[in-house]
């Protein structure tokens, strides 16, 4: 069970917008920065999205970060198939005291 | 450009130990946190631990609590996680990972990744 909650999956055509929630409560989104990674298969993660909207160097501006209270999402503007990966949300946990990530999201594009 | 690479991992028996190393390059990793994160076979990711970027305080995940032990050589620019007592539900690539420095637990640099199967 993790902290953090995503839905298992989503599912999006190319061109398409997509989002991905995900959902915590007062001791981790609610007062931390969200953080949003993207995983391909036998390989590590990659930062996606820090600090709940800023986007690293080198990542597409078609990814977007947003938060709202104990919530944050992911949006995926013009989907393409490159993008069919796992996404997974993380925050600071103040009961952890470390990261809590959730579940993660498998991106599919169809 | 950052570098991790994860060395130390394989099979190992229940009950057995393991340390794991990450030797760091391209940043200056006496200035940074690190983390250890893993993540079992067809699972998500969990955080293991994290150690301060002088090594003046670590934080445990509670799953690893009383048995894994995170630390760290900066004059090697090198980090490390004794694994002890170790259990199947521990099988697990583990990845060394790199604090983004901001006050805020995140992670910016991931390593590779090294399995650590464990059998009964």
């Known amino acids: 069970q993790s902290v953090l909650t995503q839905p298992p999956s989503v599912s999006g055509t190319p061109g398409q917008r997509v989002t991905i929630s995900c959902s915590g409560s007062?001791?981790?989104?609610?007062?931390?920065?969200v953080y949003w990674y993207q995983q391909f298969p036998g390989t590590a993660p990659k930062l996606l999205i820090y600090?709940?909207?800023k986007r690293p160097s080198g990542v597409p501006d078609r990814f977007s970060g947003s938060k709202s209270d104990t919530s944050a999402s992911l949006a995926i503007s013009g989907l393409r198939s490159e993008d069919e990966a796992t996404y997974y949300c993380?925050?600071?946990?103040?009961?952890?005291?470390?990261?809590?990530f959730g579940g993660g999201t498998k991106l599919t594009v169809l | 450009q950052v570098q991790l690479v994860e060395s130390g991992g394989g099979a190992v028996q229940r009950g057995g130990s393991l340390r794991l190393s990450c030797a760091a390059s391209?940043?200056?990793?006496?200035?940074?946190?690190m983390h250890w994160v893993r993540q079992a076979p067809g699972k998500g990711l969990e955080w293991v631990a994290f150690?301060?970027?002088?090594?003046?305080?670590?934080y445990y995940g509670d799953s690893v609590k009383g048995r894994f032990t995170i630390s760290r050589d900066n004059s090697k620019n090198t980090l490390y996680l004794q694994m002890n007592s170790l259990r199947v539900d521990d099988t697990a690539v583990y990845y060394c990972?790199?604090?983004?420095?901001?006050?805020?637990?995140?992670?910016?640099?991931w390593g590779q990744g090294t399995l650590v199967p464990v059998s009964s």
């Open positions: 600090r709940n909207t």
């Open positions: 990972a790199k604090d983004d420095g901001l006050g805020s637990g995140g992670i910016d640099q």
């Open positions: 391209g940043f200056t990793f006496s200035g940074y946190g």
């Open positions: 007062n001791s981790n989104i609610g007062t931390k920065y």
């Open positions: 150690i301060r970027f002088d090594g003046t305080n670590e």
């Open positions: 993380s925050a600071w946990d103040d009961n952890l005291s470390g990261p809590a």
